[in-house]
């Protein structure tokens, strides 16, 4: 019996050091100390607790139907922030064909750049989530559009192994219930854009004092960059590093034809001006009033050869130029 026991302990052993070198070699041959083999092991319980949650995830399957006609009245995040007095004051819901172009590829270019283009995960983006989960580093994940609605919907800000479980099966479904475009529409709707701002059309009329349809381009990629941490305000796109951001989104615009070159140019050349003035304390209309001083209105983008009269997903490409 011993040497059956060590036959099978040693056959373990096998196993577990194959499995060792498989994880290694995907992600990127890292070394596996205890504590990051631990961290894994949490992870992959979680991912079977998870499964086991399957009964219970598909008691949401109704109600994400109920989503392919209807709007949601509320979600999770909403009636959390409703307990601490940060609930919606001025929610609307906005259309999707009544968001400029620009405003909605701005925000699948910040967030989720690849959204119309994969199923329901960009793999590249939780490879490197993964990896720095490996190494213990739990401080932010690499949530697309799926995901973050899935999470806004119905789970939580929880940072824990089970919720992102979780959060990858509804967005799974979701993704298989809704399309891209329905998908996105909830999403400018119900996300968080400030301290009691949801959805784009409260954004638009609190920061700008405009309906989303009269986004203009600086305007648009301003709110795009407020979604990673909406609840610091304007004050934070003005960071070197969100601003480098929005910069690089601004090249995807005009990549995508959705900006001309001369627009391109002046909205770099605004957000420039714009960028010290709310730093310095200005409120976004001050701030934009005092670049218009100098720069004159802003006017609409301007897309070319029809980019905004293509589908969205179509529009919504980066390489289109």
């Given at each position: 019996m011993?040497?059956?026991g060590?036959?099978?302990?040693?056959?373990?052993d096998?196993?577990?050091?194959?499995m060792?070198?498989?994880?290694?070699?995907?992600?990127?041959?890292?070394?596996?100390?205890?504590?990051?083999?631990?961290?894994?092991?949490?992870?992959?319980a979680a991912?079977?607790?998870?499964v086991l949650d399957?009964?219970?995830?598909?008691?949401?399957?109704?109600r994400?139907?109920?989503?392919v006609?209807e709007?949601?009245?509320?979600t999770?995040y909403?009636?959390?922030?409703?307990?601490i007095g940060?609930?919606?004051?001025?929610?609307?819901?906005?259309?999707l064909d009544?968001?400029?172009?620009i405003?909605?590829?701005?925000?699948?270019?910040?967030?989720d750049?690849?959204f119309?283009r994969?199923?329901?995960?960009?793999?590249?983006s939780q490879r490197?989530?993964?990896?720095?989960v490996?190494?213990?580093d739990?401080s932010?994940g690499?949530?697309?559009?799926?995901?973050?609605?899935?999470?806004?919907?119905y789970?939580?800000?929880?940072?824990t192994p089970?919720r992102?479980?979780?959060?990858y099966?509804l967005?799974?479904q979701?993704?298989?219930t809704?399309?891209?475009?329905?998908?996105?529409?909830?999403?400018?709707?119900?996300?968080?854009?400030?301290k009691?701002?949801?959805?784009i059309?409260d954004?638009?009329?609190?920061?700008?004092?405009?309906?989303?349809?009269?986004?203009r381009p600086t305007?648009?990629?301003?709110?795009?960059a407020?979604?990673?941490?909406?609840?610091r305000g304007?004050?934070h796109?003005?960071?070197?590093?969100?601003a480098?951001?929005?910069e690089?989104?601004?090249w995807?615009l005009e990549?995508?034809l959705?900006?001309?070159?001369?627009?391109g140019?002046?909205?770099?050349q605004?957000?420039?001006?714009?960028?010290?003035?709310?730093?310095?304390?200005?409120?976004?209309?001050?701030?934009?009033a005092?670049?218009?001083?100098?720069?004159?209105?802003?006017?609409r983008?301007v897309?070319?050869?029809?980019?905004d009269?293509?589908?969205?997903?179509?529009?919504?490409?980066y390489?289109r130029?």
């Amino acid at each position: 019996m011993r040497a059956s026991g060590c036959a099978v302990s040693q056959a373990s052993d096998v196993k577990a050091h194959s499995m060792a070198q498989t994880l290694r070699a995907y992600f990127g041959r890292l070394r596996l100390s205890n504590g990051i083999l631990v961290t894994l092991c949490v992870l992959l319980a979680a991912g079977a607790i998870a499964v086991l949650d399957l009964a219970a995830t598909r008691l949401y399957i109704g109600r994400m139907r109920q989503l392919v006609d209807e709007n949601p009245s509320t979600t999770t995040y909403m009636e959390r922030a409703r307990g601490i007095g940060n609930g919606p004051h001025d929610w609307h819901w906005t259309p999707l064909d009544s968001i400029p172009r620009i405003a909605a590829c701005a925000v699948v270019f910040a967030e989720d750049r690849n959204f119309f283009r994969i199923g329901t995960l960009d793999w590249q983006s939780q490879r490197l989530m993964f990896r720095r989960v490996l190494r213990g580093d739990l401080s932010r994940g690499s949530s697309g559009i799926a995901q973050q609605l899935a999470r806004n919907l119905y789970l939580g800000p929880q940072r824990t192994p089970r919720r992102k479980a979780r959060e990858y099966l509804l967005a799974w479904q979701l993704s298989h219930t809704l399309t891209k475009d329905r998908m996105l529409e909830i999403y400018l709707n119900v996300v968080e854009w400030g301290k009691g701002v949801w959805g784009i059309g409260d954004a638009s009329r609190h920061y700008f004092g405009v309906d989303p349809a009269e986004l203009r381009p600086t305007q648009a990629l301003m709110l795009s960059a407020l979604l990673p941490a909406p609840r610091r305000g304007l004050q934070h796109t003005t960071s070197e590093d969100v601003a480098n951001r929005i910069e690089v989104t601004a090249w995807m615009l005009e990549r995508a034809l959705l900006l001309d070159e001369l627009t391109g140019s002046a909205t770099t050349q605004r957000l420039e001006l714009l960028i010290p003035r709310l730093r310095a304390g200005l409120s976004p209309a001050q701030a934009t009033a005092s670049v218009d001083s100098i720069m004159g209105p802003e006017s609409r983008a301007v897309a070319l050869n029809g980019a905004d009269t293509v589908a969205l997903r179509n529009s919504c490409h980066y390489m289109r130029r």
